[in-house]
Structures are given as structure tokens and as C-alpha cells.
């Protein structure tokens, strides 16, 4: 049964209007196209890092990108490197692109900045990914058996080293099949895409807008993503996503939907990639289309969530039935996931390429992670780590993550299993892994080069790194919790209900901008845990039985209007909030937020994030990047005219400790009490006691 659903909902998703290789050409207007804002001529970087190598022997892993549908023309490879000045011949750098040796060059002791361009085949221009090889060899003295492992011997490859893509006018246009390109692609600099929405756009248009945006996001981290209403499109200069329902739109959008003959139908979004051309430039675009608003949030997943953007094919889609996909935020990543394969390095090849993932928002850091490793090693290791004593403590395997080192000794790894395997546990801050947006994991090994200069056998030690190697942590549980301590739970977690994000009726780009940043902040894994709804839409029974945030100025929302004596920031007579009851200055606050249970349903938290006074910006970078760093408990904050954000944490923790404190006088206060009527009850007792002994004696003297 299982495998008959798949097998539907892949038949559905795959059935098009139109299956060609490459997107269908429109012709348009010449005023409409501008010149390409983001030249895609462009340049993918290949590292981020100064990277160094040194000598005798080292390597360094790279790889670049060719975008499915680029350029046919001739894509470069531009290394810039410098090499010591120490160098003599037969010092080599050595280009392997693909396996396959492109390039040798000699380095003969100039220490000045060069540059080495490569020019790519066919088959290194292929669409995909490719690997470049950098191979060092170092010699500084003539001779045999002469140690050549000396500081001075080393080549520095610079993060200016880069792809060069040819110009996108001779680009063959692409598919929905390689979506999110051309809308965001991996590695790229200076990437910029549009989102279009219609002039008024319903929530539905908003939160399809938004999700789509945090998509991109994931893919690539460095895009910049800007929303665009209708009536401001004056020229198409960049990769544009129009997102509406056909209704909604009046101006430019509608004519280039009617000259495309594109039209949603019924229960089905339509999915439609275009390249549109005029005298000379191209640009692409996409149409996601539906009816309803309706439609359009239940089916905009299809390109804001991966379950479904790898099935995407074809230039046409109208997309029917979609289960909803459970998200289950996964607290175990294998290397896998992070885009490594199973990798070897050791003493010819020291490092591997760098990894990433998305971060997790949602990860426990007052609970232990874990990196747990499958690996194989030479005997040849083994074998030194027996011969010397040094040599066995240089040994190392070194795990980055995130730029901090975790080291393995290599001659301690224990017991093989039954299938020759090593297995070991590193313990991993995890505080570190939510310090950038991307987990970032590296492998380096240190000490496997022989410095004996007559062995001979440098290559035969290395270290194998199984795919299957685990990262784990522990995920915050999403009990209701009014406190920014936890953000964005229980904002972002798993729910029966998603959190309702509440927005004014009028939705400015500005506020969009702010929706984008409040659920930027959710994480990746967490971007269908909300849903967006205008304050007119929102009634009191809408807002039982989940979570709410609200993004706008009091006066905007009917519903915290009726409930204002309620909220945990009073206003003042003139409808601002007054902030001095929480030791903070009214005269110097901007922006305010704050969180408390829903007034709605105790059950749940609310969170406000507002101006202080009027219908101006409500939500901020700074707030936003405070909330995701703060570890404080705190219900109230603000951000000051000087862009300085405050908190009410000293004040609750004043009051947790005078409470404790009257706590503790109290419990002290019974145990007095407590001790005096004991004793009272040991003097009675003793009394009647006593009372007792002297009756019987005085019956004993008259008998």
C-alpha cells in the first residue's frame, strides 16, 4: 500500500503539460527586460578559507558547480596562489580535475601572487558537480634522503580562487526539473532573485511568498531575495518568482500570463517556467498560479519544501493531489545528509572539503550531542604508532565543526567490529552547533606524513570515513513555555496546529521583510510549522488551541485591542506601551515584544512584537539575532533608538529570588512553629506525667 502511494503521488507530480529538455522561450517587449543585475557571467567561489599546504606532499579538495541549463560556452577555473620562496625544482602544483591531470606548474621560488587558469572540456563543463584536486609536491634542498618537512615549505591558495561562468546570453535556459535553479544556486556570489506578489496580496500570497523565500534560503545562503508588488515591476532584470492567484493580479503579471496562455484550474497549482526574451537579454521567471487562495496554501509546498521540489521535471506542471508532508524534526544527521560521500584522506591528501547543513533551531543545549564516527585506518599506522612514540602522538584525526577542532588519536581507536570498522564518540558543544545558520564539518589528518625522508611509503597511510557517521543532539521539547529563553519554541516546533501568525490587514513590503525575519529565525526544518492570516480574518476561536504571533502595532488588531487590560505590557492613555514598569525607558524605546499565555487558550503562548507607539516597523535584525542568541530568561524586550537591545531578565530574577527568599522566611517561620508546639506537647505530656507518678504515690502512702 505504501508503495502504491508513492507511486501516485510521484505520477501526479509528474504530470505536465509539457516534458521538453529546456524552459519555453517568450518573447516580450523590449522595455520590459532590464540589463541582468546579478551578470551571470558570474563567479562560484571554490573555498571560503585561506587554504595552506605544505611540503613534502599535501592536497587540497575542492569542487565547483556547473548549473544545469548554463552557458555552452568556455567556463574557466581561475586558482590564485602563492608559493614559499624557498621552493626549488622539481616543486610542482598539479590541477586534477575529475581525476584526470589538467595542469602541472613549476614553482621555482618566486613568492609573488599568481594566478592559473584553466580552461574546462566538455566534460568538466557538464552540468553537476566536479572535483578539483590541488596536489602540492615541495622540495627546498637538493640531495637524498634529505627532510624536505620543514615550516618554509608550503603554497597558499587564496578564497579568490573561482569558477568563471560564461555569459548568460548564451545560456541554454533550464527546467523545473533543476529548480531552484536558476532562483538560487549553491556556491554562487551575488545572487539576487524576486519574488512577485499581486499589489494586495491575501495571506494565502503572503505566507506562499514567505515559505518560498526560506526555501531558497536553505538552498543557498547567500541569495538575496527581495518581494516585489505588481504595480512596482518596471523591468525584469533578475530571476523572478511570480507567486498569486490569477484573479489577484492587474497589471504587467496578468498580460504576461494571458501572452503565456497559462490559466490554474480547479483544485490545481500550476507550475509554469518560462525564459522571456527581448533584443538580446533573457531572463527567467516562474509562474506558481491557482485559482484560490486555498489552493495556494495547501499546494505551495510543492516548491518550499524538499519531499517535493526533487520531483519536479518538465517546463508545465499543474499539480493535483498532495498529501501534506509530516515534518518530523530529525535530531540524528548522517554525513550523508550533509552532502559527503564516503571519504579517504591521510598523508598525500590531508583535508577533506567542507560540509554543510542547515542548522537546527530546535536543538537542546542543555542536553549532550554527539559525533559518532565509522572508520577504517591503514595497518601502516598501526605499524608507526608501535615504532615510535612520537610519531604514534601525532597521530591525529581532527574534526572541525564550525571551526572547532575534535581530535582523534589514531592509535587508540580500540577494537575493529566483525567488518574491520573503528567506532568513536566525540562529545560536541551543542551551543556550537547553532552558532552559525550552516553546521559546517570538516576532517583533517595530522601526523600520518613520514619524516623520514628515505621511506618511501607516505601513501599508504590514510584514514577511511564512512558516510553512515552520525551527528546527533537532542531536540527542545514544545511545552508551552512564555519565555524568549526558548525561542522560537514553541513557536517553531512540531504541533497538532500550526502557530498562527497574525499580520495587519494592509501588508507593506517593510512587513513582509518582517514576517521573513521572524520565521527566518524558525530554522529550516521548522518552515511549515506556521501559517499567516490578516487580523480580519481572525476571530476569537481561531485563536484556541495554538500558538500566536502577532507582528504590528496594537491598533492594527481588534483582537489584542479587546483584550489590551490583559497584556502583559500595559498601554498608556495614549495608546503606547508604557515599558517603565519592566526597568525600561520609554523616552529611548522603538520596538517592544513580549510573550505571555494566550489570552485565548491558557494552554498556549502568545508572543507580540510591536512599535511602541503607532504602526511603524515591529520587528527588527537586532531583535531577531538577540532572540536567537539569548540564553536569559526573559517575557519582555525592547530595542532603543541606538539599536541597543534590554531585557526584563534582572527584574525576574530579582523576583525570584525575593520570592525564595519570603519562601525560605516562611518555611522557617513553620519550623518554628513546628518546634514550639512540640515542645508544648513535651511539657503537657511531661505534666501529666508527672501529674500521673504523684497520684499513685499518694495511693500508695494511704494503703
Known sequence: MKQLLIFLTSFLLLAATGQSAFAQEMQVDGSLLGKSSREQAKQQVLTNDLMTLYGSKDSAELTYQIPAGASSGSQQLVIEYEASDLLISPSSLTAVIDNEPVKTLKLNGDSKRKILKLNLNKSQSAPGYHSVSLKFYGVMKEGVCVRQDTSGNWIKIYPDSRLTLADSSEAKGTSLEHYPYPFAQSGNTAEETAIVIPDNPSSAEIEAAVKTEGYLKTADSSVSISFVKESEVKQIDKPTIFIGVDKHWNGKVKKLIKQAGLQAKGEKLLLAERVLKAQGKQQPVLFAQAASDDVLSEKISVIADQTYTGQLSGETLSIGKLQKAEKQVSNKLTLEKFGAEDMTIGADKTSSAH???????????????????????????????????????????????????????????????????????????PELLQKNRYIDIQFITTGLKENNPCNTTDE???????????????????????????????YAGNQEQATLIVLPDSVSKSKLKELSLVTDSFGSEAQQSFTVRKASEVKAEDAKGRNLIFIGGISQFSLLKEKSSDLLVPQAKNGSFDVSGFEMLNETTKQV????????????????????????????????????????TATVINETNSQQVFTNHQQLKSETNSSETEKTAQDHGQQLLYIGVLALMMVIAAAFIWVTVRRRKRKTDRE
Not at 610519531?391 to 566483525?418: M, T
Not at 503607532?614 to 536569559?632: C, P, Q, R, Y
Request: proline letters at 4%; glycine letters at 4%.
Open 355 to 429: 560540509y554543510f547543513y542547515p542548522a537546527s533551531a530546535m536543538i537542546d543545549q542543555n542536553q549532550s550531542a554527539k559525533l559518532s564516527l565509522k572508520l577504517k585506518k591503514s595497518e601502516t599506522i598501526q605499524a608507526a604508532a608501535a615504532e615510535s612514540g612520537s610519531a604514534s602522538q601525532a597521530a591525529e584525526l581532527k574534526v572541525l565543526i564550525n571551526g572547532q577542532p575534535h581530535s582523534v588519536r589514531l592509535d587508540e581507536l580500540g577494537k575493529e567490529d566483525k567488518n574491520g570498522y573503528y567506532h568513536v564518540t566525540l562529545k560536541v558543544d
Open 593 to 632: 515584544a513580549f510573550t505571555q499565555a494566550s489570552l485565548w487558550d491558557s494552554n498556549y503562548t502568545m508572543a507580540v512584537f510591536a512599535p511602541l507607539k503607532g504602526n511603524g516597523a515591529a520587528v527588527t535584525k537586532e531583535i531577531i539575532s538577540f532572540l536567537n542568541s539569548n540564553d536569559d
Open 460 to 490: 599508504e597511510k590514510w584514514v577511511f570515513i564512512d558516510k553512515s557517521s552520525t551527528l546527533s543532539y537532542t531536540i527542545k521539547g514544545t511545552s508551552p513555555s512564555a519565555d524568549f529563553k526558548e525561542w522560537p519554541l514553541p
